[in-house]
């Protein structure tokens, strides 16, 4: 077992991390997703997020990647946090971002192979397509020999669309928590909200908190990953109890596996 303090950074240097069938799905509700925006803004992105466990393990499925990360545990706040990250993205893109930050935002959210590129994070079934909706794909063109990257957000303009149309900014909190949390796709509506909310940010405010949270020296959380023949039930048991409590039928599918 290795634990280390990490900034954003190091989703930069994966290539695919899977969350397995035995994890629930995508839970976050309003609360949880304000939260953690409103901390990192607040600090400044230097707001200490907790733990991300991840088993480092083969990939048996043949044309990809020949090992995979599969999260243990933290998958909601990875899942959030890349979704805040495709925000920033788009929010950038439209304000001419500069290379180094476009690089920085495509390698966190996908790899290439085999010369195409692909998310990083494998959601499980149940949210894999509205997580690909959001997190859109990557077009690579080549321009005077030189290759230029775009992130294709088909999801984006409809979002954007929905913002103006409902008024949503000028709707109160309650009014949107409510909305959010009656909602099928809570995916979707993070989406949704952090767009809201960074988009009536200051640009120069959403380059700071981008800047921080790719900062090799702004450690906000542990990356604690584990080999394919360590067991990772006793330290899964030990750091779960910091996030949302798991149903007796996610306990049972856990010890299955």
Known sequence: ??????????????????????????????????????????????????????????????GET????????????????????????????????????????????????????????????????????????????????????KVISPLEAKILDEISNEHYLSLTEDKIEEAYNNDNNLLRQCYKYYNARLRNCNIERIKSLWNKLFDDNNKILVLITIEENEQEQEIFDTINSSGMHLSSTDIIKNHLY
């Not at 799905?25 to 907790?50: M, Q, S, T």
């Not at 990083?120 to 290759?147: A, M, T, W």
Request: hydrophobic residues 40%.
């Open 1 to 62: 077992m290795n634990a280390e303090a990490k900034s954003l950074r190091f989703l930069i240097n994966e290539t695919k991390l899977e969350i397995p069938f035995f994890q629930r799905p995508y839970v976050w509700k309003f609360e949880n997703a304000r939260n953690l925006l409103d901390d990192l803004l607040r600090c400044d992105g230097k707001h200490f997020i907790g733990s991300i466990l991840i088993k480092r393990t083969q990939n048996k499925i043949e």
């Open 66 to 149: 020949p090992y995979k990360g599969v999260i243990i545990d933290g998958q909601q706040r990875l899942t959030t946090l890349s979704i805040l990250i495709k925000v920033m993205l788009d929010i950038l893109s439209k304000s001419g971002i500069d290379a180094q930050r476009k690089t920085e935002g495509i390698s966190a959210l996908f790899h290439r192979e085999n010369n195409i590129y692909k998310i990083h994070l494998q959601n499980s079934f149940l949210d894999r397509n509205n997580y690909c909706e959001i997190i859109g794909s990557v077009e690579e063109k080549q321009i005077e020999g030189e290759p230029i990257l």
